[in-house]
Structure formats: structure tokens, C-alpha cells
């Protein structure tokens, strides 16, 4: 079983710059593909971005490709978003999400543990 928790999630202004984290416990960290996900009130979640085990690959929405970058420190157990030159309509809640996983990424992977979200709000 594996536990997530998310942090980072702040008030921003748009153009600013953010980085979430999320720490993982209760699993071998590096076996997992690790996602980003984001939710609006009443909304469907949506996927935001993907990290293979080794972090040899990503994969990214087109939504944030270029401005978002999904990384992972296996070391530390922690998986991070930094997003860059934030817009108002990535004001979400954020989650992470881990499987236990070892083909091609895809947004469309339904991953078996999530945590419980970080806000992320941006002023314009």
C-alpha cells in the first residue's frame, strides 16, 4: 500500500512559477509510474503529466507541454511539478498518483493509489 502526499499548492500570480511535491511511503518507490493529475470543482479529473519508474521517460498534456516538467527524485521519495509561467486556468486542485506499472506511458493509465490534492490558484 502506498501512501501520497502532495504539498507546494500556493497562491500565485499569473506568469509566476510553482512547484509541487508529493511524498510517497509504504512502497518501493522506483517501481511505480507516477502521475500528475488536476481537478476543478465538479469537473472531471484530468491528466496533467506522467514519469516512468527510472524517469527514462515522459509524457505531458498538450495543455501544459512546455511549461510544466514532471520529475522524481527515487532517493527521496518524491515525485515534483514545477510549473512555469502559470495561467489562471491551471488553477486546480492537484493530485499525484502512483502505479505500479512498467510499460509505455499513456494518459490514459488508471493508477492505483492517489493522494488527497494540493490547491493551486492563480490571480491575473
Known amino acids: 500500500q502506498v501512501q501520497l502526499v502532495e504539498s507546494g499548492g500556493a497562491l500565485v500570480q499569473a506568469g509566476e512559477a510553482l512547484r509541487l511535491s508529493c511524498a510517497a511511503s509504504?512502497?518501493?518507490?522506483?517501481?511505480?509510474?507516477m502521475g500528475w493529475f488536476r481537478q476543478a470543482p465538479g469537473k472531471e479529473r484530468e491528466f496533467v503529466a506522467a514519469?516512468?519508474?527510472?524517469?527514462?521517460?515522459?509524457l505531458y498534456a498538450d495543455s501544459v507541454k512546455g511549461r510544466f516538467t514532471i520529475y522524481r527524485d527515487n532517493t527521496k521519495n518524491t515525485l515534483y511539478l514545477k510549473m512555469n509561467s502559470l495561467k489562471p486556468k491551471d488553477a486546480y486542485i492537484y493530485y499525484c498518483?502512483?502505479?505500479?506499472?512498467?510499460?509505455?506511458?499513456?494518459?490514459?493509465?488508471?493508477?492505483?493509489?492517489w493522494g488527497q490534492g494540493t490547491q493551486v490558484t492563480v490571480s491575473s
Open positions: 498518483a502512483a502505479k505500479y506499472y512498467r510499460s509505455a506511458l499513456s494518459s490514459g493509465l488508471e493508477y492505483d493509489y
Open positions: 509504504g512502497g518501493t518507490f522506483s517501481t511505480y509510474t
Open positions: 514519469i516512468s519508474r527510472r524517469a527514462l521517460s515522459t
